[in-house]
T-cell receptor
Framework: GAVVSQHPSWVICKSGTSVKIECRSL??????MFWYRQFPKQSLMLMAT?????????EQGVEKDKFLINHASLTLSTLTVTSAHPEDSSFYIC???????????????FGPGTRLLVL | GQNIDQPTEMTATEGAIVQINCTYQ??????LFWYQQHAGEAPTFLSY????GLEEKGRFSSFLSRSKGYSYLLLKELQMKDSASYLC???????????????FGQGTELSVKP
């Protein structure tokens, strides 16, 4: 149990284009999903927290108009990087917290990540 | 402010025991997590402590002292595949049924030598 998937795993795009990344909880309902960014040799930096049906809460310094987050259902959240630039190239990882008994509802389960390269 | 410290890197020998320390100063506390992350992959959940004491899961154990703001991850019978980055993360307060956010340390890069 507690499997989180991300799609796509790799994206290469031209500067100025928009990229959408999907995060799905496959075998549980996620009350909360988180989006992180990780640069090489650095730790995970939280970008935003999203709860199903409500607006995402962004961390300080993260532009909400550039990183659009939609959490339309209890199993799907999307992150759209709008007008991507080379400095947005990074490893984007989502995680989900289950809201059902039987799983550790306090743990975050991570997706496999999406590597974005903006040329 | 929020601050989580752990050593940048450690080296140990196959079959040995290694202890990775983590100290934290955060505005809220609702549990401490340890994750393992291999290069190019997402983190995988190892352990969780919310009360003081030792939690044991096979070759891995994690200890927490809330009064000291201190935790450690203990890895026994080290194997080559244990070479990875180990991330200490503190969860801040839980709001109703919403998962509190995790604040990650920089990670400790562990190299296991033959």
């Amino acid at each position: 149990g507690a499997v989180v998937s991300q799609h796509p795993s790799w994206v290469i795009c031209k500067s100025g284009t928009s990229v959408k990344i999907e995060c799905r909880s496959l075998d549980f309902q996620a009350t909360t999903m988180f989006w992180y960014r990780q640069f090489p040799k650095q730790s995970l930096m939280l970008m935003a927290t999203s709860n199903e049906g409500s607006k995402a809460t962004y961390e300080q310094g993260v532009e909400k108009d550039k990183f659009l987050i939609n959490h339309a259902s209890l199993t799907l959240s999307t992150l759209t990087v709008t007008s991507a630039h080379p400095e947005d190239s990074s490893f984007y990882i989502c995680s989900a917290t289950p809201g059902l008994a039987g799983l550790n509802e306090l743990a975050q389960y991570f997706g496999p990540g999406t590597r974005l390269l903006v040329l | 402010g929020q601050n989580i410290d752990q050593p940048t890197e450690m080296t140990a020998t196959e079959g040995a025991i290694v202890q990775i320390n983590c100290t934290y100063q955060t505005s809220g506390f609702n549990g401490l997590f340890w994750y393992q992350q291999h290069a190019g992959e997402a983190p995988t959940f190892l352990s969780y402590n919310v009360l003081d004491g030792l939690e044991e899961k096979g070759r891995f154990s994690s200890f927490l002292s809330r009064s000291k703001g201190y935790s450690y991850l203990l890895l026994k019978e080290l194997q080559m595949k244990d070479s990875a980055s180990y991330l200490c993360a503190v969860r801040d307060r839980k709001i109703y049924n919403q998962g509190g956010k995790l604040i990650f340390g920089q990670g400790t890069e562990l190299s296991v030598k033959p």
